[in-house]
């Protein structure tokens, strides 16, 4: 299992990136999927998922703002971040089961 993030950067707050997580090494589905992150000096804390019958889900934290989604055909997982908050700032990681990848940078600051 080979996940590969990308698309973070510094933003200033009430802006928006979209994270991208390619995945390769194993049949991708977008099923099962989700996005974590950890704050500095924290842990990791549970962001979004799409579960196993297509719901989404998200953290109490993000809900309105995040919006995960996928594109089986690119095996690629996405996180549409609007409204971005200074304590969104973290590395950002896609996870399938036990597996993620290097993350990406967020930083929300102005």
């Known amino acids: 299992v080979q996940l590969v993030e990308s698309g973070g950067g510094l933003v200033q707050p009430g802006g928006s990136l979209r994270l991208s997580c390619a995945a390769s090494?194993?049949?991708?589905?977008?099923?099962?999927m989700s996005w974590v992150r950890q704050a500095p000096g924290k842990g990791l804390e549970w962001v979004s998922s799409?579960?196993?019958?297509?719901?989404?889900a998200y953290a109490d934290s993000v809900k309105g703002r995040f919006t995960i989604s996928g594109d089986n055909a690119k095996n690629t997982l996405y996180l549409q971040m609007n409204s971005l908050k200074p304590e969104d700032t973290a590395v950002y990681y896609c996870?399938?089961?036990?597996?993620r990848g290097q993350g990406t940078q967020v930083t929300v600051s102005s």
């Open positions: 799409i579960t196993s019958t297509g719901s989404t």
């Open positions: 996870k399938k089961g036990d597996s």
């Open positions: 090494g194993f049949t991708f589905t977008i099923y099962g």
